[in-house]
């Protein structure tokens, strides 16, 4: 019986896509708009439609309501084209893939994605990687879903229960991230946070976040596995 839900962030946490992601972006605004942000913002932690607003506000680019859709329909044709450029500057963060399979065994863990990516960009990174395997990302919760990342644990809860019929409590749902929105959205969301150092922000810095749990990393498969099943026994 399924009494856990983990729901992983992808970028700095489960995969690294180098230059990739931002270069995307870039280039569904110049599909879109014919030019190009001319400065980079920070992309952690936030969905595709709140970097997609923040670089039109940065342009001084009005008519948001009627640019973000546009984009963002760039954003998925950029990305399905860059799929193989992504295997190849790419790589999974350090752990993931075994850890994923050793809790894809457990028959009381349901893995899947909470993450600012929206759905199509999100199985093009994981894909590169062979990750998907070990995820439902019918369940999962995505930038698609809703600009405001807090929003996205709620969303993942009810396709859960719509999916498996299960309902979990608070205590039995964890995000999985690595930066402070993550943390921000698990508190919103009422879940369990784990917060890893592989992305922007060292794992120092985010112990100082409060999160549940912090970790440099996932490479220790038995210690991550121990704690995001603690009390299912």
Not at 68 to 82: D, F, G, K, Q, S
Not at 206 to 215: I, R
Request: glycine share 10%; hydrophobic share 45%; proline share 4%.
């Amino acid at each position: 019986m399924l009494r856990r839900l983990l729901l992983w962030d992808i970028d700095g946490t489960l995969v690294r896509a180098g230059e990739i992601g931002a270069l995307v972006f870039d280039q569904a605004f110049e599909d879109a708009l014919g030019m190009r942000p001319d400065s980079r913002i920070r992309m952690s932690g936030k969905t595709d439609p709140q970097i997609v607003s923040e670089y039109l506000a940065l342009m001084e680019i009005d008519e948001e309501e009627h640019h973000v859709p546009t984009i963002v329909a760039h954003l998925e044709t950029r990305m399905a084209a860059a799929a193989e450029e992504l295997r190849v500057a790419g790589r999974p963060c350090p752990g993931v893939t075994v850890l994923l399979e050793a809790l894809a065994g457990d028959g009381r863990v349901l893995s899947s994605v909470l993450t600012g990516n929206i759905a199509p960009n999100a199985v093009v990174k994981l894909a590169a990687f062979g990750l998907e395997r070990w995820l439902d990302l019918e369940i999962g919760a995505y930038g698609s879903d809703h600009a405001d990342r807090r929003m996205l644990v709620p969303i993942a809860l009810t396709r859960a229960a719509t999916a498996y019929g299960a309902r979990f409590g608070p205590d039995d749902v964890w995000v999985i991230g690595d930066s402070e929105r993550d943390l921000d959205c698990a508190r919103a969301g009422g879940a369990r946070c784990l917060l890893v150092g592989t992305g922007r922000t060292p794992a120092r810095e985010l112990a100082a976040l409060g999160a549940d749990a912090t970790v440099e990393d996932l490479a220790d498969t038995a210690r991550i596995v121990e704690l995001l099943t603690t009390g299912l026994d």
